[in-house]
């Protein structure tokens, strides 16, 4: 817990004189002011986020956390619980869809065992934070214990720092976790108050029945464990999975060192209602990638005040949007540092 807290009074807010700078040379660009749109709206971020007028943005990652989900006894989608190994050594061997994104933006990949039902063979790419194996089935009580809940969170953030350590300008977040939407589910209705037929989905693909269910086992979980709403952890350990415990340690890892992070769908979605909470200064640190189309994606965002990059109708998960994400912020940068100002370029300047 001592990390964690320190983690969390070390978040600041953005640098205003650095926004402003970047807002500055924006408007002198060879261009009609806000003519690039959100691109110039996520540079001027950024700059805040690093402290720089000028931001850099040349060492990327994406980290994508694995973690098996005890609800899954209940029945509540199509795949079994051994497809996050499979999923996983997909990941390893560089066939998945991640894989082909973050080799597209040139971000390198950082693949966690958070808590994978199954021991996997050592892979010198998949780095080893196991809280469990697996969380409990939260229709029978808490999915972990609250000790567990901090473990996770405080693994995200070593991974986090492990990786800055190594040189890190923004970093992307990922999930793996078979039953995890219903889990981020859980997590949704249970801070905001929603229910949960406003914030569930098909997931991988559920039918009208198996909707049906899912809700009712969201409803059967928040009954039998009553989260509170004004307590993150305790939302994490009795509804929560350990990838989206980890996840938000990225995040809060990643503000309490400037790094802007790029969250992909519905389940990093949920890792950041939770960091949020914590440490609500952790926000502006955060960049929506992309809204997918699994049902309460939208509302989480509204409900997280954070305006989507682009829709493309994605619902894969892994970190496939926020790859893409990646890609957007990166060209915001650029465009502010390598565009000619007028007085450079000598263009004369609109009336």
Not at 225 to 231: G, R, T, W
Not at 261 to 274: E, N, W
Not at 323 to 340: D, S, Y
Request: charged share 20%.
């Amino acid at each position: 817990m001592d990390l964690l807290n320190r983690i969390i009074a070390n978040i600041k807010p953005l640098d205003e004189k650095a926004m402003a700078e970047a807002r500055t040379r924006q408007d002198q660009l060879t261009k009609p002011a806000g003519s690039l749109g959100r691109l110039e709206e996520v540079s001027i971020r950024i700059a805040g986020i690093q402290g720089k007028g000028k931001p850099q943005i040349k060492n990327k990652a994406m980290i994508t956390m694995a973690g098996d989900h005890g609800v899954v006894d209940e029945k509540i989608g199509n795949w079994p619980r051994e497809v996050t190994a499979q999923m996983v050594e997909n990941f390893l061997h560089g066939g998945a869809g991640i894989n082909v994104l973050s080799r597209q933006v040139g971000a390198r990949i950082v693949f966690v065992d958070m808590g994978i039902a199954s021991d996997m063979k050592p892979d010198k790419q998949l780095i080893v934070k196991k809280v469990a194996y697996g969380t409990k089935n939260m229709c029978l009580g808490p999915a972990m214990t609250p000790e567990q809940a901090v473990k996770a969170l405080e693994a995200g953030i070593e991974i986090l720092n492990a990786e800055a350590d190594k040189g890190l300008d923004i970093v992307g977040t990922g999930d793996m976790g078979i039953g995890n939407t219903t889990a981020s589910s859980a997590i949704f209705t249970a801070l905001s108050g929603k229910t949960a037929e406003q914030v569930t989905g098909r997931g991988t693909g559920a039918s009208d029945d198996q909707l049906k269910h899912k809700i009712d086992v969201i409803k059967r979980a928040m009954a039998v464990n009553k989260p509170d709403p004004h307590n993150a952890l305790d939302v994490l350990a009795k509804v929560g999975g350990f990838e989206i415990g980890g996840l938000a340690g990225v995040m809060l890892g990643a503000a309490a060192r400037h790094i802007p992070v790029v969250i992909d769908g519905f389940i990093s979605g949920a890792a950041a209602l939770i960091a949020t909470r914590l440490a609500p200064k952790a926000k502006e640190y955060i960049i929506a990638a992309h809204c997918s189309a699994e049902a309460g994606h939208a509302a989480m965002l509204e409900y997280l005040g954070l305006k989507p990059l682009v829709t493309l109708e994605m619902r894969l998960g892994e970190g496939t949007g926020a790859a893409l994400g990646l890609f957007i912020a990166e060209a915001g940068v650029r465009t502010l540092n390598e565009m000619a100002t007028f007085t450079e370029a000598g263009v004369s300047e609109g009336e």
